[in-house]
């Protein structure tokens, strides 16, 4: 056969290889973490009260046979770690109390603590201290700054009494360009992650297989084809929270294909489904130079001649302004808010600060973003009436709620940190928040794609790409989808944050979510 050449051959081995090292880096990739993070796990959590209690044979001396408050006592030691790549200061823990992480102990009361550390970290020992926020309350140890570098833990060993061995154990707390995590490494203490000796192997071959093909390409000086840019002008409207990675993708575009010119008009979902119908039913058979991007499908029956096309899995999330100090909410706490049932941060149902009360900053109507909030969060129940034209002064004082609609995320996330006591809801962004507000996670889960990717974290959806019919192979219309969807555009969607449908996960959840 023609192709059977030793170029050939040795072309295909060598990808061959190259897409098997690639594999193992990526596996590996995503076994060691590669951000500012702290990880913590339970490394004993055993009962020292009666056998009664327990159904387990058991003796006990001493203090926790003398003392009657130990009756129902449990032991739990916790390490907690630097598990990231980078070292952390303490400047870099970002709540505002005088701690930095608080670990919680659901249904048992804090009797005790002790702290220790490893040879060589004895100054660690420094920090945990009154005055620089080490305490203990009801079912809460607050810790202090700790600065860790890479690699360096501490131990900490509570004595608690009431629930029972197995209650949830949850450390908390806010770090910069990070956060704090569940540690489901089974690496022995004092063993940090290191490259292994496979690693290593695998970048080397990874590195050989890409200078070879390197060579096959300059031997053999073919001339190299064309990506498939078209010429032309472009609009993409549609949703706004997918606006940020439209308009990177836009002028991405527009460098690789000289030539082209695409504009971003996002407006809402909704909007942007009707314009593509409207301008697709005027050209008369012809497809209109028009994308859509919806936050939500069009559903069966609306638009039939829409094309619909699945492009990533987008993250979302709550964000509260800063004056309102708590960090998580449950589902429920949630849907108390928004049906009107609580109104202040200070119910006791909440916890948060006293006599401010909650503001909440929505969506308008036709928005993809409320459409998903309703759904995933609120559990399909709408949102009551607005009775705010601004946010600023509640007009109608007989609504059960607090409430003000805005035209865009943007706004939404402007409102929320310029409000006292506001909250909302959008898209998670790679970018920095506006200052003055904070994300909140959701039955105790953060906002990320990994969370969204292991099916623990409910606020997400996909994100779709709309054209009117099938556009022509050589149209730039078809040109910047397949950019979007399978060319490098899909570098621009990763660095927003988004789990691309053509990813292996991102597969799993965009046909299940097209299924439903």
Same mark, same amino acid.
């Given at each position: 056969?023609?192709?059977?050449?030793?170029?050939?051959?040795?072309?295909?081995?060598?990808?061959?290889?190259?897409?098997?090292?690639?594999?193992?880096?990526?596996?590996?990739?995503?076994?060691?973490?590669?951000?500012?993070?702290?990880?913590?796990?339970?490394?004993?959590?055993?009962?020292?009260?009666?056998?009664?209690?327990?159904?387990?044979?058991?003796?006990?001396?001493?203090?926790?046979?003398?003392?009657?408050?130990?009756?129902?006592?449990?032991?739990?030691?916790?390490?907690?770690?630097?598990?990231?790549?980078?070292?952390?200061?303490?400047?870099?823990?970002?709540?505002?109390?005088?701690?930095?992480?608080?670990?919680?102990?659901?249904?048992?009361?804090?009797?005790?603590?002790?702290?220790?550390?490893?040879?060589?970290?004895?100054?660690?020992?420094?920090?945990?201290?009154?005055?620089?926020?080490?305490?203990?309350?009801?079912?809460?140890?607050?810790?202090?700054?700790?600065?860790?570098?890479?690699?360096?833990?501490?131990?900490?060993?509570?004595?608690?009494?009431?629930?029972?061995?197995?209650?949830?154990?949850?450390?908390?707390?806010?770090?910069?360009?990070?956060?704090?995590?569940?540690?489901?490494?089974?690496?022995?203490?004092?063993?940090?992650?290191?490259?292994?000796?496979?690693?290593?192997?695998?970048?080397?071959?990874?590195?050989?297989?890409?200078?070879?093909?390197?060579?096959?390409?300059?031997?053999?000086?073919?001339?190299?084809?064309?990506?498939?840019?078209?010429?032309?002008?472009?609009?993409?409207?549609?949703?706004?929270?997918?606006?940020?990675?439209?308009?990177?993708?836009?002028?991405?575009?527009?460098?690789?294909?000289?030539?082209?010119?695409?504009?971003?008009?996002?407006?809402?979902?909704?909007?942007?489904?009707?314009?593509?119908?409207?301008?697709?039913?005027?050209?008369?058979?012809?497809?209109?130079?028009?994308?859509?991007?919806?936050?939500?499908?069009?559903?069966?029956?609306?638009?039939?001649?829409?094309?619909?096309?699945?492009?990533?899995?987008?993250?979302?999330?709550?964000?509260?302004?800063?004056?309102?100090?708590?960090?998580?909410?449950?589902?429920?706490?949630?849907? =108390?808010?928004?049906? *009107?049932? &609580?109104?202040?941060?200070?119910?006791?149902?909440?916890?948060? @600060? $006293? /006599? !401010?009360?909650?503001?909440?900053?929505?969506?308008?109507?036709?928005?993809?973003?409320?459409?998903?909030?309703?759904?995933?969060?609120?559990?399909?129940?709408?949102?009551?009436?607005?009775?705010?034209?601004?946010?600023?002064?509640?007009?109608?004082?007989?609504?059960?709620?607090?409430?003000?609609?805005?035209?865009?995320?943007?706004?939404?996330?402007?409102?929320? =940190?310029?409000?006292? *006591?506001? &909250?909302?809801?959008?898209?998670?962004?790679?970018?920095?928040? @506006? $200052? /003055? !507000?904070?994300?909140?996670?959701?039955?105790?889960?953060?906002?990320?794609?990994?969370?969204?990717?292991?099916?623990?974290?409910?606020?997400?959806?996909?994100?779709?790409?709309?054209?009117?019919?099938?556009?022509?192979?050589?149209?730039?219309?078809?040109?910047?989808?397949?950019?979007?969807?399978?060319?490098?555009?899909?570098?621009?969607?990763?660095?927003?944050?988004?789990?691309?449908?053509?990813?292996?996960?991102?597969?799993?959840?965009?046909?299940?979510?097209?299924?439903?």
């Amino acid at each position: 056969m023609e192709w059977l050449s030793a170029e050939n051959v040795i072309a295909v081995v060598t990808a061959a290889l190259g897409i098997i090292a690639s594999l193992g880096v990526l596996w590996y990739e995503r076994r060691v973490p590669r951000r500012t993070r702290i990880g913590y796990r339970v490394q004993l959590d055993t009962p020292v009260s009666s056998a009664e209690r327990t159904g387990r044979a058991g003796v006990r001396l001493g203090l926790f046979q003398d003392n009657p408050q130990l009756s129902d006592a449990t032991l739990v030691l916790l390490r907690i770690e630097n598990d990231g790549s980078t070292s952390i200061a303490d400047s870099d823990y970002t709540g505002r109390e005088l701690h930095g992480l608080m670990a919680e102990f659901t249904g048992r009361t804090v009797r005790g603590i002790a702290v220790t550390t490893t040879l060589g970290a004895d100054h660690l020992l420094d920090h945990f201290s009154p005055a620089a926020g080490l305490r203990y309350a009801d079912d809460t140890v607050y810790l202090p700054r700790v600065p860790l570098n890479h690699g360096q833990h501490f131990k900490l060993l509570v004595l608690l009494t009431g629930g029972a061995v197995g209650d949830a154990i949850r450390v908390s707390g806010g770090i910069r360009d990070g956060g704090v995590y569940p540690n489901r490494s089974t690496t022995p203490d004092d063993t940090p992650p290191v490259f292994s000796r496979a690693t290593r192997m695998i970048t080397v071959l990874l590195t050989a297989c890409v200078v070879v093909l390197a060579s096959i390409i300059v031997v053999r000086d073919d001339v190299r084809p064309p990506m498939g840019c078209a010429k032309g002008e472009l609009t993409i409207t549609g949703s706004t929270a997918f606006e940020p990675v439209a308009e990177d993708l836009a002028a991405k575009y527009m460098r690789d294909c000289a030539g082209s010119t695409v504009t971003v008009d996002a407006r809402s979902s909704e909007e942007g489904l009707q314009e593509l119908d409207e301008r697709g039913a005027a050209a008369k058979g012809g497809t209109p130079a028009l994308i859509a991007l919806s936050d939500v499908p069009k559903g069966d029956g609306r638009f039939p001649e829409l094309s619909e096309n699945p492009v990533a899995v987008s993250v979302y999330t709550l964000v509260a302004n800063d004056k309102v100090t708590l960090r998580d909410l449950t589902t429920e706490q949630v849907r =108390a808010i928004y049906r *009107g049932d &609580i109104s202040e941060w200070g119910d006791e149902r909440l916890g948060g @600060p $006293k /006599g !401010l009360p909650i503001i909440l900053a929505s969506r308008k109507s036709g928005s993809g973003t409320r459409d998903i909030f309703r759904d995933r969060v609120l559990g399909g129940v709408y949102e009551l009436a607005e009775s705010s034209a601004d946010c600023g002064s509640k007009d109608d004082t007989s609504a059960k709620v607090f409430r003000c609609e805005l035209d865009s995320t943007d706004r939404v996330l402007a409102t929320v =940190a310029d409000t006292d *006591g506001a &909250i909302g809801y959008a898209e998670l962004r790679s970018g920095a928040l @506006p $200052k /003055g !507000l904070h994300t909140l996670s959701l039955n105790g889960v953060a906002a990320s794609s990994d969370t969204i990717a292991d099916g623990d974290y409910p606020f997400r959806e996909v994100e779709y790409a709309y054209t009117y019919g099938n556009p022509p192979a050589d149209s730039l219309v078809a040109s910047f989808l397949n950019y979007l969807l399978r060319g490098s555009g899909q570098d621009v969607v990763r660095a927003h944050g988004h789990l691309p449908c053509s990813s292996p996960k991102g597969q799993t959840i965009c046909a299940g979510d097209a299924a439903q």
